[in-house]
């Protein structure tokens, strides 16, 4: 009885961090907007010039890890990673918030080789 416990536990602490960090269970393609940005494994990105936006699975090790919500301090997060930089947004709103100006890409995290 007390190894189940333990166990249960241990499980807990395991998944707590997730829990807490606001990462979903479901696909990426079916998150909305905000759970997006907010995530570390999925990326928004941008399919039309000026608006529609699509959800996909973080690629790559500047993806990966990273969230592009402005809730954190994402030139930091992403730059603390080798070779990687931070493509910057260009009049992008998030979905929770009125903006003087909306419509254009999210912050990227991006191979520094490729820019440079």
Known sequence: ???RRIVAMM???VLMPLIAAGEQAKPCSQAT???CIQSTQCTLVQTQVHGKY???DAVGHCETGFR???DYDIQKDCEAKSGCMLKIANCYCPANLECACGGG???QCVERKKFE
């Open 11 to 13: 499980f807990g602490c």
């Open 33 to 35: 907007e905000l759970e």
């Open 54 to 56: 699509t959800c996909r």
């Open 105 to 107: 890409p999210p912050a």
């Open 1 to 3: 009885m007390q190894t």
């Open 68 to 70: 592009q919500s402005a």
